[in-house]
């Protein structure tokens, strides 16, 4: 396809018959995925999607660019060789909070640690959606489910705390339906290094409504904070804000009157604020705070790839490669007949 040719949101649909659950959250992060595709640029046939097991892992059959649909948790594995292969890829990890975080939580914290450049997608419904809603690392305290009868006693892992404890450079929530999600996926797909997304996603079977406390109409101004780099850190119709307690070093909502945010004390984004953004991801509504969404911490570094070409680079300029000489390297013996 030639690069000037102008795209569409349809360009990036596949002939495949699009199989999740009606009403699953998939659905509205699929398209909200193929219509931010031709405003970021993407060219098909130099992106690629990969995935690894689950539900949202069937992702790659329904976009029209390259894609491997790989093996459990090691989704990360097999886009770090994709991109070192060609460092001119767009590449996406497609994944579930089973996916990532249990048997392949090693390989996500080792992609992340890295800066791959790469756009990681994590769909969190907090449930085994695929193999019929066992408890999950995200499902809460109580989650009654095929593998915990009488409720999980496990604590859950917060997905965003376990990538900023990992070495994030950037981190974002989103939910799936939300019109605000498209701008999360192009600020992830903006920054250069392992952009690390966590999408509240509602498996409408197994654990439908589990995000209504903050995603349900009647709670969402009250429950959702949607940041903005170098914007106050407002919520309610800007009648709310959030705080920073200097003394005990805690969050904390705290009421804006007449639109004067200053006087309330009111933090502005700062989204190159490690500290803060700890705090943000740890906000819960059964705590009396609203959920952080919207990107959260962003600071870039050089990635992973660009290290390994300068490298290759650097080493073709040296002494000819001699493999006998390696073999024979360090301590060495000859048995004789």
Known sequence: MNEMTKLTPKDFETDQEVRWCPGCGDYAILKAV????????????????????GCSSRFPYYMETYGFHTIHGRAPAVATGVKLANPELDVWIITGDGDALSIGGNHTMHLIRRNLDCQFLLFNNEIYGLTKGQYSPTSRVGTRSPSTPFGSVDRPVTPCAFALGSGARFVARGIDTHKNLGNVLKAAHGHRGTSFVEIYQNCIVYNDDVFAPFTAKPNAAENQLWVEHGKPMLFNGGTMGIALDRIDLHLHVVDVVDGNWQAAGVLVHDENNRGIAHMLVDMRVDQGLPIALGVIYQNPAPTFESAVVEQNAAAAKGKKPDLQALIAKGQNWTVEA
């Open 34 to 53: 193929q219509r931010i595709m031709p405003e970021i640029g993407a060219i098909p046939e130099k992106t690629v999607f990969v995935s690894g097991i």
